[in-house]
């Protein structure tokens, strides 16, 4: 195999360009975004200190993140690798030369966990606080004792997943309700299950995504393929809706 394609294809990662925060080193670590994180490496005496720039408090930031969630991911991963974290950005020191490769490697990783962490962290909260919205409409139309929290069903590959909600009554149609958040990790998550305990014949469960935040169109179609999306002010009519006709 001719290896050179790969090299070019490499080459943008190994370009250092000066700038004011010093040298600026494009890396493989991503952050939520797909965006490659940035590392700065600036002379300090007789060694060097390296700094991720802010980017992972930027990266939380662009999803809404807020200040204490990022602060506490950042430190909790600058730990991790033995860095620190300074005036909103992790930052990490080489005594020589042969120890800044590893320092960059080492802010690079710590800067895209954090900020994944937060966005993952904040993520679950959303959900969650969703899921507490979508319980009380449920409680109030078909009744707690019909609503089952953390509902698991087995889907067709084996796997099992466990729904926000199931509604199970007599002779009745199983509905499956998960929330989804404008993300992509709850997009993905979200479509698989469904799309795993989906059946060809429509023998399967009812499938409903309730969702408050708009979801962009290109997720909003993902997911219908595999679900009905109900926004969260409609549920209550939905669910109105539903128990009627049944």
């Known amino acids: 195999m001719d290896c050179r394609s790969i090299k070019d294809a490499l080459a ?13 080193v494009l890396t493989h ?9 940035e590392v700065y490496v600036v002379r300090l005496g007789d060694g060097f200190r390296v700094h991720d720039g802010g980017g ?15 602060g506490k991911m950042m430190r909790r991963h600058a730990t991790r690798y033995n860095l620190a974290v300074r005036d909103g950005a ?11 490769a590893s320092a960059i490697l080492s802010v690079a990783n710590a800067s895209a966990a954090a900020a994944v962490a937060a966005v993952d962290r904040a993520v679950a909260v959303a959900e969650d ?9 449920l409680r109030r139309r078909v009744g707690e ?16 997943y ?5 509604i199970v009554r007599p002779n009745r149609k199983l509905i499956l309700i998960d929330t989804v958040v404008p993300h992509h990790s709850s997009i993905s998550h979200k479509y698989v299950a469904f799309s795993d305990v989906a ?27 595999v679900a009905d999306l109900v926004p969260v002010n409609r549920l209550d009519d939905a669910m109105a809706r539903e128990v009627h006709l049944n």
């Open 199 to 225: 059946t060809d014949n429509n023998s399967g469960p009812d499938r409903w995504a309730v969702f408050d935040k708009p979801l962009s169109q290109d997720n909003a179609s993902l997911m219908r393929q």
């Open 56 to 70: 992972a408090e930027r990266a939380a930031w662009t999803h809404g993140r807020t200040d204490n969630l990022i």
């Open 29 to 37: 670590c991503l952050y939520p975004s797909f965006d490659p994180v």
């Open 12 to 24: 943008r990662f190994h370009d250092v360009v000066d700038t004011v925060d010093g040298c600026r």
């Open 162 to 166: 466990h729904f926000d909600f199931g």
């Open 129 to 137: 606080e969703l899921a507490d919205a979508v319980f009380g409409v």
């Open 145 to 160: 004792q019909h609503v089952t929290r953390e509902y698991a069903v087995s889907g067709n590959s084996g796997r099992t």
């Open 90 to 100: 992790i930052v990490g020191e080489a005594p020589s030369i042969e120890w800044v």
